[in-house]
């Protein structure tokens, strides 16, 4: 329950089965990438699982739920969520959506068959009017459908940076889209230099560039240097069915625009 002048938000947790689950890893680990343009690949990454992308991926992405719980969201709030797949993001202001708390939410992925999810999920949630899906590049300052530039009072890009070849660009278009004070809020997997084994960066860099995933300590690194630090939190998260000690890094950031 949210206090007195707080939005309220949702654990979102989607139930899974395990016939389900092995559908998922079916795609993954027998899956081919394939394309010439990065929309193709995605696409042929995830058309055969993104029905079923919420129910598996949300225990294995850890760093979503303490980003979207500790999201600042003010009256009005304009929120533009950046690679934000099926939307999912959005179950966790569910109640509040429909509400003088959001003004409006836009939400861009550049992988059809997420994006089919997504607006099936605005349809069955009775979202429309307030939640935009957008189909398109999130590094696209010109994307049709963006609110005007200085307008956002948060952006949020969660699990996509990792998966943007050129992925600075879309730090710059949240940059852009933000208004002076305005929130940016990032979460992904990452490489932890302080207490990282150096075996362990190296295993988990391989693992995800085999599905086009690159870890980088740059990223925190830029997003340090671009806006004013309120929260970081690293911690290490597991996956569904590989050993617990298995752990990869993952990062929960908060950041201010100066």
Same mark, same amino acid.
């Given at each position: 329950?949210?206090?007195?002048?707080?939005?309220?938000?949702?654990?979102?947790?989607?139930?899974? !089965?395990?016939?389900?689950?092995?559908?998922?890893?079916?795609?993954?680990?027998?899956?081919?990438? !394939?394309?010439?343009?990065?929309?193709?690949?995605?696409? !042929?990454?995830?058309?055969?699982?993104?029905?079923?992308?919420?129910?598996?991926?949300?225990?294995? $992405?850890?760093?979503?739920?303490?980003?979207?719980?500790?999201?600042?969201?003010?009256?009005?709030? %304009?929120?533009?969520?950046?690679?934000?797949?099926?939307?999912?993001? %959005?179950?966790?202001?569910?109640?509040?959506?429909?509400?003088?708390?959001?003004?409006?939410?836009?939400?861009?992925?550049?992988?059809?068959?997420? %994006?089919?999810?997504?607006?099936?999920?605005?349809?069955?949630?009775?979202?429309? =009017?307030?939640?935009?899906?957008?189909? =398109?590049?999130?590094?696209?300052?010109?994307?049709?459908?963006?609110?005007?530039?200085?307008?956002?009072? @948060?952006?949020?890009? !969660?699990?996509? %940076?990792?998966?943007?070849?050129?992925?600075?660009?879309?730090?710059?278009?949240?940059?852009?889209? $933000?208004?002076?004070?305005?929130?940016?809020?990032?979460?992904?997997?990452?490489?932890?230099?302080?207490?990282?084994?150096?075996?362990?960066?190296?295993?988990?860099?391989?693992?995800?560039?085999?599905?086009?995933?690159?870890?980088?300590?740059?990223?925190?690194?830029?997003?340090?240097?671009?806006?004013?630090?309120?929260?970081?939190?690293?911690?290490? =998260?597991? /996956?569904?069915? @590989?050993?617990? /000690?298995?752990?990869?890094?993952?990062?929960?950031?908060?950041?201010?625009?100066?």
């Amino acid at each position: 329950m949210a206090g007195a002048g707080e939005v309220e938000r949702t654990d979102y947790t989607p139930k899974s !089965s395990f016939a389900d689950d092995l559908r998922v890893l079916k795609a993954m680990w027998f899956g081919s990438v !394939s394309g010439d343009s990065h929309q193709d690949q995605l696409e !042929s990454f995830y058309n055969k699982q993104a029905h079923l992308y919420d129910q598996y991926r949300h225990r294995m $992405l850890h760093g979503r739920k303490p980003l979207m719980m500790n999201m600042p969201v003010k009256k009005g709030c %304009v929120w533009v969520d950046l690679g934000g797949g099926t939307a999912s993001n %959005v179950e966790f202001f569910g109640k509040s959506v429909m509400t003088d708390w959001f003004k409006s939410v836009h939400v861009v992925d550049l992988t059809p068959s997420l %994006v089919r999810v997504a607006k099936k999920r605005v349809e069955d949630n009775n979202w429309g =009017g307030k939640v935009n899906i957008i189909l =398109g590049d999130a590094t696209d300052p010109n994307l049709e459908g963006l609110p005007p530039s200085g307008s956002c009072d @948060v952006v949020s890009i !969660s699990y996509a %940076v990792t998966m943007i070849p050129n992925w600075r660009d879309v730090l710059k278009n949240a940059h852009r889209l $933000l208004k002076p004070g305005g929130h940016i809020c990032v979460c992904d997997f990452t490489v932890d230099r302080d207490s990282q084994w150096g075996i362990s960066k190296t295993f988990w860099k391989y693992l995800f560039s085999t599905d086009h995933i690159y870890l980088s300590e740059e990223h925190i690194e830029t997003l340090q240097s671009m806006f004013d630090q309120t929260r970081l939190e690293v911690n290490y =998260g597991t /996956f569904p069915y @590989v050993p617990f /000690f298995l752990k990869c890094p993952y990062y929960a950031y908060i950041g201010q625009k100066k």
